[in-house]
């Protein structure tokens, strides 16, 4: 029911909203309210007045609550606090009952006010502000997948037996290789290790102060007012002005480690004395991964191992067909060039390595082994190795060239030293490779 115009009393919310975030760079994705916030340092569950200029903001806040109390008119202080998904969902639980339990002995024991006054809670993982926050954040990457998952897969999933096999926050790190996980880590999650502190205050007002609708056109210039209107009445309020903390722009921070695996089609020759012999079909498999190797851009060291079958065929005064099964070792870097939210271009250049394990040579109906003393041929080649993925969510396509540097001849052993014969000295392989992959 509406209160007399004459009434001496009024009722306030005054809300007062405080963070425990991770020392980073706070971005537009969190920015819901211009409130005090108390910011803690990562995994801790203390209120530290040295910290991010936190000292400053305390004072704010324990000033408004310590002035009411002082006054007789503190009716309550509520505490809500959260975690973010990172860590363990035990640990983040007790995490967050730790911080409104802290938080709540800090305000008892720095303003006088009885533990009465105070109710706090934890209330475990944030996940209705993460949803918030991401559905805000326009630079977040693969923001539609990870709305998706918030929505739609469970905390945990188990199997018939009960046994748990994943869950949301897993599926969060798989996405895209790990970089919307990196990007809300850095981003979001600060924001959602908060404590939620809301003060409840009786207001008293002079008999002659003016109340209502009135009173909010009258004193609109003050600069030290707001008006909080509660139910039918507008009533007036003192504000403490806090400094905004300046804002930067959100930054994708490109996943640390990605790993993968490729297989599919090669296609490879050789070059000898300037001439080009038939190429030979084949297959290479094999896994890699990329480990970035800048602060925040998307730039990659590559390097893995893999199989490859690969050789050539001389047609003409000498028919013969050589197969050489090899395992090659890239050194590369790459860049990661996003197209949209699912479609990434990863150019890349550097050399190989390559050792061959086994190999033969098939020519007028014998067929006799390639490496060795009886085959004249080096186990070992070198080259360059370079490319083009397109990567599709944790899929990818991609071509590779990979032309040797190196003679894999030491000797010919058929036709003798100076013979001239394609394929059998002044040798360098060549390759084609076409490969589907899966990035973990």
């Not at 002995?105 to 109710?119: F, Q």
């Not at 890699?288 to 990659?300: G, K, N, T, V, W």
């Not at 001239?420 to 589907?436: C, D, E, F, P, Q």
Request: glycine share 10%; proline share 5%; aromatic share 10%.
């Amino acid at each position: 029911m509406k209160r007399p115009m004459h009434s001496l009393f009024g009722r306030v919310l005054l809300t007062i909203l405080a963070l425990a975030a991770l020392p980073a760079q706070e971005s537009h994705a969190g920015n819901t309210t211009d409130s005090l916030k108390i910011f803690y340092r990562v995994g801790k569950d203390a209120v530290d007045p040295t910290f991010r200029n936190n000292g400053e903001r305390i004072s704010q806040l324990l000033d408004i609550i310590g002035t009411a109390f002082g006054e007789n008119r503190l009716e309550k202080v509520t505490i809500t606090s959260y975690a973010s998904p990172d860590g363990g969902n035990d640990s983040n639980i007790s995490l967050a009952e730790s911080r409104a339990r802290t938080l709540k002995e800090y305000i008892a024991s720095n303003t006088g006010i009885p533990t009465s006054l105070i109710e706090a809670r934890g209330d475990g993982i944030a996940w209705e502000q993460l949803r918030e926050m991401v559905s805000a954040d326009e630079d977040m990457p693969g923001r539609r997948q990870v709305l998706d998952i918030i929505d739609n897969t469970p905390v945990w999933v188990t199997d018939d037996a009960g046994n748990i096999t994943g869950g949301r926050r897993q599926q969060l790190m798989d996405l895209g290789g790990g970089r919307p996980y990196e990007y809300m880590l850095v981003n979001i999650f600060p924001l959602l290790r908060r404590s939620d502190a809301t003060v409840y205050v009786e207001l008293r007002q002079d008999a002659g102060e003016a109340q209502g609708p009135a009173a909010h056109e009258t004193a609109a210039a003050e600069p030290d007012t707001v008006y909080v209107f509660h139910k039918d009445t507008v009533y007036m309020q003192p504000v403490v002005t806090a400094t905004a903390e300046p804002q930067t722009s959100a930054r994708e921070i490109p996943a640390r480690f990605i790993w993968g695996i490729h297989a599919g089609y090669l296609a490879s020759w050789a070059e000898s004395y300037g001439l080009t012999s038939s190429a030979l079909p084949s297959f290479v498999a094999g896994a890699d991964i990329r480990i970035r190797i800048a602060p925040e851009a998307p730039l990659y060291l590559r390097t893995g191992l893999e199989f490859a079958r690969k050789g050539y065929k001389v047609s003409g005064f000498d028919d013969s067909r050589t197969v050489m099964n090899s395992l090659l070792l890239p050194v590369a870097l790459d860049y990661a060039v996003s197209v949209d939210d699912r479609f990434e271009l990863v150019p890349y250049a550097g050399l190989y390595y390559s050792l061959g394990l086994c190999g033969t040579r098939e020519f007028g109906g014998e067929s006799v082994g390639i490496f060795g003393d009886a085959g004249g041929f080096s186990r070992h080649d070198f080259g360059v190795f370079c490319g083009l993925e397109v990567l599709v969510g944790r899929f990818s396509i991609g071509v590779s060239y990979r032309p040797g540097l190196i003679y894999i001849d030491r000797e010919d052993r058929v036709y003798g030293e100076g013979s001239g014969m394609i394929g059998y000295s002044n040798v360098k392989t060549r390759g084609l490779a076409v490969t589907v992959g899966f990035n973990f």
